[in-house]
């Protein structure tokens, strides 16, 4: 015996079937949304950070008169860079330091003529054991010899490290 459907009980069965397909397209809907609301709010708030930062270091890269030479002078920092260097001033720090990479940004591309110790055992050019045979623990630290000068420098205090020594 086969049961026929009248047309009440197919009307019925159709708007049941919508009303499921209605409820799962607006709930895959509002789901996306709230997704892209999350991710969206997450990349904001890190180029945020990121803006800030890049704003803090440059407001920390000196500009003007240091020691009676101007630091726009394209020469200066390199040869402040090499003389720290020629009179054997280290400066430890670590990467993930907000001090160190303020540090590191008043030399501009000068930087890579610095002599610089990485004591982050986890970044790729780390020399941890050299920072805890020194007993370097904050960052940055400049040293020269048995002398440690801990924290950031401008580079006015670095003329002076080297005119002391």
């Not at 079937?17 to 397209?25: A, E, G, H, R, T």
């Not at 809907?29 to 991710?39: E, H, Q």
């Not at 670590?94 to 970044?123: H, M, P, W």
């Amino acid at each position: 015996m086969t049961e026929t459907m009248t047309e009440k009980q197919f009307n019925k069965e159709v708007n049941s079937s919508s009303k499921s397909l209605i409820f799962l397209w607006v709930t895959t809907l509002v789901l996306f949304l709230a997704s892209t609301a999350v991710i969206l709010g997450l990349w904001m708030s890190f180029k945020n950070d990121r803006i800030k930062t890049n704003l803090a270091i440059l407001d920390s890269a000196e500009s003007g008169e240091v020691m009676g030479t101007t630091t726009k002078d394209p020469n200066y920092l390199i040869n402040l860079a090499e003389n720290l260097k020629a009179k054997g001033i280290i400066v430890y720090g670590f990467d993930n330091n907000q001090e160190t990479k303020r540090q590191l940004a008043i030399f501009g591309q000068a930087v890579t003529s610095i002599d610089y110790v990485e004591c982050n055992s986890q970044s790729a050019h780390s020399n941890a054991d050299e920072c805890v045979a020194r007993v370097i623990d904050q960052y940055p630290t400049w040293v020269e010899g048995e002398q440690k000068f801990v924290g950031y420098k401008t580079l006015e205090d670095l003329e002076k490290i080297l005119s002391n020594q």
